[in-house]
Antibody, heavy 123, light 107 residues
Framework: QVLLQDSGPGLVKPSETLSLTCTVS???????????WVWIRQPPGKGLEWIGS???????YFDPSLKGRLTISLDTSRTQFSLKLTSVTDADTAVYYC??????????????WGQGTLVTVSS | VLTQSPGTLSLSPGDRATLSCRAS???????FVWYQQKCGQAPRVLIY???IRATGIPDRFSGSGSGTDFTLTVTRLEPEDFAVYYC??????????FGQGTKLEMK
């Protein structure tokens, strides 16, 4: 059974870098696994927003509005993947979720999800 | 773009709920998913492949549709079903597109 746990600081100052880690158990985190590794965020009181993901072809994909500020990487231990978002503003305040996009031969879905980390951007 | 309707649905336990998700372009059912999110929790998969119930999901939940119109139906609402529901599709722009959500609230 694959489980995800996201972690990181809950408070980041404006203009600084937000860093989060997702620890995966039950599967190897690699660019050639059966899963895509995904970051999603949810601003307070709002809906879900995809922000970036790492796919099995080694490709890293970002929401265009965040491109240039966002880095997604794999840990060499193959048990974690990380997100770094630079130059944060109030608009980046959100609950950040990591998730695995799991595909069978016929369907795909985001499952499982981490528990979510609330990150507040404030001085 | 995925557009969910209604934005809020006020019903009572025992009622039938019908939630809609409309895509701005035809989408593959294989990549169409419904999630449920309760307050303070991460979303969880209810229906994937447009109509396949995820493991452990009660049979009062069902999904249907294809192309641009998809529906999530909950027959005989239970108190624990009152939550926010999101539809999601993979393959458009952005790559993982979510609807804005339907809040199912108790009347």
């Amino acid at each position: 059974q694959v489980l995800l746990q996201d972690s990181g600081p809950g408070l980041v100052k404006p203009s600084e870098t937000l860093s989060l880690t997702c620890t995966v158990s039950g599967a190897f985190v690699s660019s050639s696994s059966s899963y895509y590794w995904v970051w999603i965020r949810q601003p307070p009181g709002k809906g879900l927003e995809w922000i970036g993901s790492l796919h099995d072809n080694g490709g890293i994909y970002f929401d265009p509005s965040l491109k240039g500020r966002l880095t997604i990487s794999l840990d060499t231990s193959r048990t974690q993947f990380s997100l770094k978002l630079t130059s944060v503003t109030d608009a980046d305040t959100a609950v950040y979720y990591c998730a695995a996009y799991f595909c069978t031969t016929i369907t795909c879905r985001l499952d499982p999800w981490g528990q979510g980390t609330l990150v507040t951007v404030s001085s | 773009v995925l557009t969910q309707s209604p934005g809020t649905l006020s019903l009572s336990p025992g009622d039938r709920a019908t939630l809609s998700c409309r895509a701005s372009q035809s989408v593959s059912s294989a990549y169409f998913v419904w999630y449920q999110q309760k307050c303070g929790q991460a979303p969880r998969v209810l229906i994937y492949g447009a109509s396949i119930r995820a493991t452990g999901i009660p049979d009062r939940f069902s999904g249907s549709g294809s192309g641009t119109d998809f529906t999530l139906t909950v027959t005989r609402l239970e108190p624990e079903d009152f939550a926010v529901y999101y539809c999601q599709w993979y393959g458009g722009t952005p790559l993982y597109t979510f609807g804005q959500g339907t809040k199912l609230e108790m009347k």
